[in-house]
């Protein structure tokens, strides 16, 4: 019985914790990119300006929600809805701490794959029923940059899959004792890093929906919680590629004895949050046809490569994970 | 029927009913969203049967990269203003009441199987670990077979492009 309520625990607790580190986050960007753009960012609600997120909320949640008449509507009502449920299934795999999981799955790093390559439908489809030019256009790109960019961040990560010889990120993490695979593996985790930006659609490779050529993209014709929705589902893909690289390269819950597990794997979620919205404030945003050469013309043949040299040291060394 | 066979049924019906609708429906569109569903339910069937790798290539492969594909395609022909009014006629709201119900029954049944308190058929699970052992020891014919097949359509479609690319230069 115990059992049972531990993991409705993990279960919610998951939920809760991860949207509410969502929406704080659309606070924290701002104050941090702020910080290194040297200004203030909004610091008026509450502390430290922490009150924004609830007002953002809130305004969110008060604004019209308008559906054009000439969209499709349940399509239109239907899109938003395919990323969130898609990137709260991915974090049904990670591990949080020793135990501490939703589901240990034999394949979960495949798992976390399939789902975020079912949250492009969210995009496509909302491009798709706007019945808009700019939101096809931006649904388009879409698209195409994330099914080019889903190749190799599958492949990237099957150097780790060999030296550790399972899917499971419980493996994973446990294989990475002695040593972080972010050190054996740099050329993985370069491109999956990469890969894992690209496929949250962030800043620098927000092509999708490129303000200063496509108006808003994808979701130009989206209002109020709807478009929350999918800024809330662009957060949470954040954290999910941030939790997945942290686990994955950074050892997850591995640490020094005086702080408990999941304290390990936060800092290193948070660190790589801040990364991330470094990178949104540091750099600009390539042409899509750069973007898509870098894809295929540089990232698939390091991945390759990556790929050949792993599984030549594993068989000329006789390794056994 | 026993009661652990429950969900090994719903699943295949799902599958079986929205592969039905995908053929017979007008709009390519819809047909589409019912072949992603048909796709989703075949997933879970081999769940079920004990194929987890299986299952979640399903997933990743057809749903998450092929019928995106397709998907693709029909934006690309949608472009026109004819092409507009066509997608007006065929996209009717009601016909995204069935796509969404049959994909809560699944999401419904994958919470059901992964709160795991059994394994509804008790047939063994391929580890991911056997199957690659199986496609690079008795199979690597096929999978060098299918590997070949994959390289001929890959340098078929570059020449396509090419030649398509040099034609419209001479012409202009």
Redesign the interface.
């Known amino acids: 019985m115990s059992d049972e309520v531990f993991i409705y625990v993990i279960v919610f607790g998951t939920l809760l914790g991860t949207l509410s580190l969502a929406a704080v986050l659309i606070w924290f960007e701002r104050r941090l990119i702020g910080l290194w753009q040297d200004r203030l960012g909004p610091n008026r609600v509450g502390p430290f300006g922490i009150g924004l997120a609830l007002a953002d909320i809130l305004k969110m949640f008060a604004k019209e929600d308008w559906i054009p008449p000439f969209a499709d509507k349940f399509v239109f009502i239907f899109a938003p809805t395919v990323v969130l449920i898609s990137m709260f299934m991915g974090f049904a795999v990670i591990p949080w701490a020793p135990g501490v999981q939703i589901v240990d799955l034999n394949i979960g790093l495949l798992f976390f794959l399939g789902m975020t390559s079912l949250a492009v439908y969210s995009v496509l489809l909302g491009g798709l029923s706007s019945h808009n030019k700019y939101s096809l256009l931006g649904g388009l790109r879409a698209a195409s940059q994330m099914v080019s960019y889903e190749v190799f961040m599958g492949l990237s990560l099957m150097g780790v899959v060999m030296l550790t010889g399972s899917f499971s990120l419980v493996a994973i993490v446990n294989a990475q004792q002695n040593l972080w695979f972010v050190v054996s593996q740099p050329l993985g985790f370069f491109v999956f890093l990469i890969a894992g930006i690209a496929e949250s659609h962030r800043l620098p490779f927000d092509l999708p929906e490129a303000e200063h050529e496509l108006v808003a993209g994808f979701h130009t014709e989206y209002s109020g919680m709807k478009f929350g929705m999918f800024m809330v589902g662009e957060y949470l893909g954040v954290i999910l590629i941030s939790s997945i690289v942290a686990t994955i390269f950074f050892g997850g819950w591995l640490g020094p004895d005086f702080l408990p597990p999941f304290f390990w794997l936060a800092i290193k979620i948070f660190t790589l949050i801040c990364f991330f919205v470094l990178l949104r404030a540091a750099i600009p945003r390539p042409r899509f046809d750069q973007l898509m050469s870098l894809g295929w013309k540089i990232m698939l043949p390091l991945t390759l490569a990556n790929l050949l040299v792993t599984g030549g040291i594993v068989l000329w060394t006789g390794y056994q994970p | 029927m026993s009661i652990e066979l429950f969900p090994f049924y719903v699943a295949a019906t799902v599958s079986l009913v929205s592969t039905l609708l995908a053929v017979s429906r007008y709009s390519p ?1 819809h047909a589409l969203i019912y072949f ?1 569903i048909s796709l989703l339910a075949t997933a879970v069937v081999f769940f079920l049967l004990g194929a ?2 299986a299952a ?2 399903e ?2 492969v057809y ?3 092929i019928v ?2 397709f ?2 395609v ?3 022909l ?2 026109g203003s004819r092409g ?1 009014e066509l ?2 006629q065929w ?1 009717k ?5 069935m796509p ?1 119900i049959l994909c809560l029954i699944l ?1 419904f049944e994958l919470v059901y199987v ?3 308190t059994s394994t509804p058929i008790t047939g063994t ?1 391929v ?3 056997e199957v690659g052992i199986q496609l690079f020891g008795p199979y690597v014919l096929a999978v060098e077979i299918a590997s070949m097949l994959l390289l001929a359509a890959l340098v078929g479609a570059y020449h396509l492009g090419r030649r398509y690319l040099s034609d419209t230069r001479g012409q202009s």
């Open positions: 569109t992603i987890p790798f979640v290539l997933i990743m749903a998450g990269a995106v594909l998907l693709f029909v934006m690309m949608n472009l507009d997608a007006h996209l709201p009601k016909m995204w009441i969404s999401f992964l709160s795991g699970a580890s991911p670990k």
